[in-house]
C-alpha cells in the first residue's frame, strides 16, 4: 500500500519551519491558501515536473496543466495515483475534496470536478506548495 512506503517523510515542527518559507509553512503545514493571482505558477508555462515543496516527490506533469481563470495553478491529473491523496475537507462552512502529498501529507490545494476532458477534474493547487524542475 502507498501509505506505508519507505520513502515517508516525516518532521517535526521545528523542522518544517525551518526547512520552509513562513508562506510555504502556512499553506503545506497549516492548510493555508495563497490569494489567487499572487503565486508563481499561476500563470507559468515551463516544460517539467512540478513537485512538492516539502519533500520533492514529483506530483504534476507540465503537459497536464490548464488555464483554469482561477488565479491557481491547476492540473488534470497528478503524475500518478501514488503521487497525492484526497480527503474529504468541510472547512469554511462547504465540503470539498482536499489534496495531499502522499510523501509527506502537505496540504497542496483540492480537487474539484469542473476540469477539462479528459479527466473532468480540476486539481487547484497554492503555488506555495509547489517547487518546478524544468526538464
Excluded at 499561476?42 to 503537459?63: I, K, R, V
Aim: proline residues 5%; aromatic residues 10%.
Amino acid at each position: 500500500m502507498a501509505e506505508d512506503r519507505a520513502d515517508r517523510v516525516e518532521k517535526t515542527d521545528e523542522e518544517w519551519r525551518a526547512g520552509l518559507t513562513p508562506e510555504q509553512y502556512r499553506v503545506l503545514r497549516q492548510k493555508g491558501t495563497e490569494r489567487a493571482f499572487t503565486g508563481k505558477y499561476w500563470n507559468h508555462h515551463g516544460t517539467g515536473t512540478y513537485t512538492c515543496a516539502g519533500c520533492g516527490n514529483p506530483l504534476f506533469d507540465s503537459q497536464t496543466k490548464f488555464e483554469s481563470g482561477t488565479g491557481w495553478p491547476s492540473f488534470t491529473t497528478p503524475c500518478s495515483p501514488e503521487s497525492v491523496k484526497a480527503r474529504e475537507d468541510t472547512s469554511l462552512f462547504m465540503a470539498r475534496t482536499e489534496v495531499l502529498c502522499r510523501r509527506c501529507g502537505s496540504h497542496l490545494g483540492h480537487v474539484f470536478e469542473d476540469g477539462p476532458e479528459p479527466t473532468g477534474l480540476r486539481y487547484c493547487m497554492n503555488s506555495a506548495a509547489l517547487d518546478f524542475r524544468q526538464r
